[in-house]
């Protein structure tokens, strides 16, 4: 799989903007990112990552409690971080 920098970025922009309208979950976000970016199989997107693959399974499965640090490791690759945004409130 070799995709041009310009197919990379446009991937990307919409797997934030999935995540940002709330359309993807972030485990699923992880795994496109991961297959689709990198072409990576876990094992070796997780080494690069510096989590454990075990914890790589279990975020793309959307399971368990994961940390901020475990997160921020798999979507550092791609130039992104979790982070807090305002909850946008309808004024009725």
């Known amino acids: 799989m070799s995709l041009t920098v310009a197919e990379r970025t446009v991937l990307i ?3 934030k903007e999935g995540l940002a309208q709330e359309t993807l979950e972030i485990g699923e976000a992880v795994r496109r990112l991961r297959i689709e ?3 990576l199989h876990q094992t070796q997107f997780a080494k690069m990552c510096k989590i454990s693959v075990r914890t790589l399974v279990h975020i793309e499965h959307g399971e368990g409690n994961q940390t901020l640090k475990s997160l921020n490791a798999v979507f550092r690759p791609f130039g992104m971080k979790m982070g807090v945004v305002r909850i946008r409130r309808d004024i009725s």
Do not use: A, P, R, Y
């Open 13 to 15: 922009e919409n797997i």
């Open 37 to 39: 970016v990198t072409g």
